[in-house]
């Protein structure tokens, strides 16, 4: 396991399609985190998992995004009805119990919605 | 107001010498501190952490000052390879909160 691992890496999409992406994070890590980056901006928080609990989401997350964990090791982002404005790197992170050493990133998937 | 803020640069500077730049973060209980640094359409990558009696890794600096609540980085003896996105961040609990970035070039 050499670290944390996203698919696909660039998806295209047409306006109002489903688009779910795939986290794979390192195995020891119990903390998985989503993040979203457009252009000139630092990584936003969407939510959190703490093995298969979403302990948190941000308020960026409207009612087309939804995540899960099922056990606890993979994660899933889902966005329906995709819009021109979801078009943005989705990042997804692990962490041990602390944060205090920083997350992993994974390469990301980009999303372009046209 | 932003979590975290930075000077988003750019700053061009030539091979050799050394710049240097800063965040300000607005949560006095922020826990820990770190510095990503980001090439173009890549993920974020841990560069350093920041500890408050300020700390080294080879050529680059951080600083940490609680009671203004800013961070700094300074690049030493630049790099060609040192051109990227420095991200500034902040640990509040479980949650990592990252500024805009500042650019940095580093011309031949």
């Known amino acids: 396991d050499t670290g944390v691992s996203q698919n696909p890496r660039h998806k295209i999409t047409k306006r109002g399609q489903n688009v779910t992406f795939r986290c794979d994070p390192i195995?020891?890590?119990?903390?998985l985190y989503w993040y979203r980056q457009t252009l000139g901006q630092g990584p936003e928080f969407l939510t959190y998992f703490q093995n298969e609990a979403q302990l948190e989401k941000s308020r960026l997350l409207s009612d087309r995004f939804s995540a899960e964990r099922p056990k606890g090791s993979f994660s899933t982002l889902e966005i329906q009805r995709t819009e021109q404005g979801d078009s943005a790197m989705y990042l997804c992170a692990s962490s041990s119990w602390t944060a205090n050493y920083g997350y992993t990133f994974g390469s990301g998937t980009r999303l372009t919605v046209v | 107001r932003k979590e975290v803020e930075q000077d988003p640069g750019p700053f061009n500077v030539p091979e050799g010498a050394t710049v240097a730049f800063n965040c300000t973060y607005s949560n006095s209980a922020s826990q820990s501190f770190f510095w990503y640094r980001q090439d173009c359409r890549k993920e974020p990558k841990l560069l350093m952490s920041?500890?408050?009696s300020g700390n080294e890794d080879g050529r680059f600096t951080a600083q940490l000052n609680r009671a203004s609540q800013y961070i700094s980085l300074l690049i030493r003896d630049s790099k060609l390879s040192d051109s990227a996105t420095y991200l500034c961040?902040?640990?509040?609990?479980?949650?990592?909160?990252f500024g805009a970035g500042t650019t940095v070039t580093v011309r031949a």
């Open positions: 920041v500890y408050s």
């Open positions: 195995s020891e890590h119990n903390r």
């Open positions: 961040v902040v640990n509040n609990d479980y949650k990592l909160s």
